[in-house]
């Protein structure tokens, strides 16, 4: 089989990569590990960037998230008792759409499959082979049916646990990484958010976060232990534990309801350079990860792939390998200022193990001054609405 880009991965990244290239006319096909079921079963973050927002309107796909996802012009931090607004609109005239990722990747699905998109489901032992020449392939397994691709392109979009990124030899890579002494413990319940805006709480007992993905359907985070499993945590304790966390006002009117999701997510800051090695590009997951405080892992991988998209539109359309040629360092230098707004962000909500009471006091002193100087709003605004492509 023959392919112009082979994508290795049906995740956000590489569905949104493959429909943008489809409504070019670029061929491409997907390889996917697990099942279109078990790929729309995650549950994820649910805010969007405007810039993810036109990339699915480029690809036909914004529809459903017009229709459904919600403006959000502002959020709410809270600091104890103390609660104050970033006003988005007011500081960078961009809001933000609640809308969950599952049901971006749920519309992508849908639109591969209204053009007959070809996506090969349950792929095991995928290898790319040549990926430093001008024709590169992938080998893989479907049952007991060993497959090739030829292409011109791979698009490792495969994750941070993929093959793509172990595919660049590690004496071309340089990897840089953080990991959080702390998870978040998630929860999700049929019940009315208690704000219409996000709250995210730093509290002496830990993090918090107040989310939702409709006004039936709340989602909840707090900030656990790594040595914790959902299954230590009732329902009951949850919410006792959230009520905690948040202003007194917030905690006074929250409905609770059962769970119909726990689960604990560990927090780490990671990125591999170079994105690029010969004919293989990295995309989202695969290259990097961000601690989920600021919603930046789909949308930092939706910059990755409008770089790499309008990239092989001009070597298709125009000869021109100046994208291609270019996109590592100009996806990097987007990457490295959304990893550093996600780690500041989470510098600031989080308790850690080792802070020391001068730590805390750097810590209120920040949230002070978010609160009342205009700039440093603005700087927030500005990141959280996320910065140009
Ligand atoms: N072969 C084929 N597919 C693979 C392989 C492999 N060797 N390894 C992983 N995959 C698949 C996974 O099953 C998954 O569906 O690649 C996909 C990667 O998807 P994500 O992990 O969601 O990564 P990405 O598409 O980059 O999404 C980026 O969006 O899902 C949100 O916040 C989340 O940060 C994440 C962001
Ligand atoms: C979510 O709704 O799941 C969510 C929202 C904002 C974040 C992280 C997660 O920063």
Same mark, same amino acid.
């Given at each position: 089989m023959k392919t112009q880009v082979a994508i290795v991965g049906g995740g956000p990244s590489g569905m949104l990569l493959a429909q943008l290239l489809h409504v070019r006319g670029i061929d491409s096909v997907v390889l996917e590990r697990k099942t279109k079921d078990y790929v729309l079963s995650r549950i994820r973050a649910g805010v969007l960037e405007q810039g993810l927002i036109s990339l699915m309107e480029e690809a036909g796909c914004a529809d459903r998230m017009h229709a459904e996802g919600f403006t959000h012009n502002g959020t709410l931090i809270s600091y104890g008792d103390e609660m104050f607004r970033v006003d988005f609109t007011e500081h960078t005239d961009k809001p933000v759409m609640v809308y969950g990722q599952t049901e971006v990747t749920r519309d992508l699905y849908a639109a591969r499959e209204r053009a007959g998109g070809p996506i090969e489901f349950e792929v095991e032992d995928v290898e790319i082979h040549?990926?430093? %020449? %001008?024709s590169p392939y992938l080998t893989y397994r479907v049952g007991t049916q060993e497959r090739r691709l030829e292409c011109d392109f791979v698009a490792g979009?495969?994750?941070?646990?993929?093959v793509s990124r172990q595919t660049i030899p590690l004496d071309v890579r340089r990897e840089y990484e953080k990991v959080y002494p702390f998870g978040w413990l998630g929860v999700l319940s049929e019940t009315p958010p208690v704000n219409e805006e996000l709250i995210y709480a730093n509290s002496e007992r830990g993090f918090a976060l107040c989310s939702m993905r409709n006004d039936t359907l709340s989602r909840y985070y707090i900030q656990c232990s790594l +040595?914790? +499993?959902?299954?230590?945590?009732t329902d009951a304790a949850f919410w006792e534990e959230l009520k905690r966390r948040i202003p007194k006002d917030q905690a006074d009117k929250l409905v609770t309801g059962p769970s119909i999701e726990k689960s604990i997510a560990p927090l780490r800051s990671f990125v591999t350079e170079p994105m690029r090695w010969g004919r293989l590009f990295l995309c989202g997951d695969a290259a990097h990860i961000v601690p989920p405080t600021g919603a930046k892992g789909l949308n930092t991988a939706a910059s990755d792939v409008h770089y790499l998209y309008n990239a092989l539109r001009d070597f298709y359309?125009?000869? +021109?390998e100046a994208g291609i040629d270019g996109y590592s360092e100009k996806a990097l230098d987007r990457v490295w200022k959304t990893e550093r707004f996600s780690w500041w962000f989470s510098s600031l909500l989080h308790r850690y193990p080792d802070q020391s009471p001068f730590d805390i006091k750097m810590q209120v002193a920040e949230l002070e001054f978010l609160r009342s100087n205009k700039a440093a709003q603005r700087a927030m605004a500005e990141n959280y609405v996320g910065l140009p492509y």
């Amino acid at each position: 089989m023959k392919t112009q880009v082979a994508i290795v991965g049906g995740g956000p990244s590489g569905m949104l990569l493959a429909q943008l290239l489809h409504v070019r006319g670029i061929d491409s096909v997907v390889l996917e590990r697990k099942t279109k079921d078990y790929v729309l079963s995650r549950i994820r973050a649910g805010v969007l960037e405007q810039g993810l927002i036109s990339l699915m309107e480029e690809a036909g796909c914004a529809d459903r998230m017009h229709a459904e996802g919600f403006t959000h012009n502002g959020t709410l931090i809270s600091y104890g008792d103390e609660m104050f607004r970033v006003d988005f609109t007011e500081h960078t005239d961009k809001p933000v759409m609640v809308y969950g990722q599952t049901e971006v990747t749920r519309d992508l699905y849908a639109a591969r499959e209204r053009a007959g998109g070809p996506i090969e489901f349950e792929v095991e032992d995928v290898e790319i082979h040549g990926a430093d %020449t %001008t024709s590169p392939y992938l080998t893989y397994r479907v049952g007991t049916q060993e497959r090739r691709l030829e292409c011109d392109f791979v698009a490792g979009c495969d994750g941070f646990h993929g093959v793509s990124r172990q595919t660049i030899p590690l004496d071309v890579r340089r990897e840089y990484e953080k990991v959080y002494p702390f998870g978040w413990l998630g929860v999700l319940s049929e019940t009315p958010p208690v704000n219409e805006e996000l709250i995210y709480a730093n509290s002496e007992r830990g993090f918090a976060l107040c989310s939702m993905r409709n006004d039936t359907l709340s989602r909840y985070y707090i900030q656990c232990s790594l +040595s914790d +499993s959902p299954n230590d945590w009732t329902d009951a304790a949850f919410w006792e534990e959230l009520k905690r966390r948040i202003p007194k006002d917030q905690a006074d009117k929250l409905v609770t309801g059962p769970s119909i999701e726990k689960s604990i997510a560990p927090l780490r800051s990671f990125v591999t350079e170079p994105m690029r090695w010969g004919r293989l590009f990295l995309c989202g997951d695969a290259a990097h990860i961000v601690p989920p405080t600021g919603a930046k892992g789909l949308n930092t991988a939706a910059s990755d792939v409008h770089y790499l998209y309008n990239a092989l539109r001009d070597f298709y359309e125009n000869g +021109s390998e100046a994208g291609i040629d270019g996109y590592s360092e100009k996806a990097l230098d987007r990457v490295w200022k959304t990893e550093r707004f996600s780690w500041w962000f989470s510098s600031l909500l989080h308790r850690y193990p080792d802070q020391s009471p001068f730590d805390i006091k750097m810590q209120v002193a920040e949230l002070e001054f978010l609160r009342s100087n205009k700039a440093a709003q603005r700087a927030m605004a500005e990141n959280y609405v996320g910065l140009p492509y």
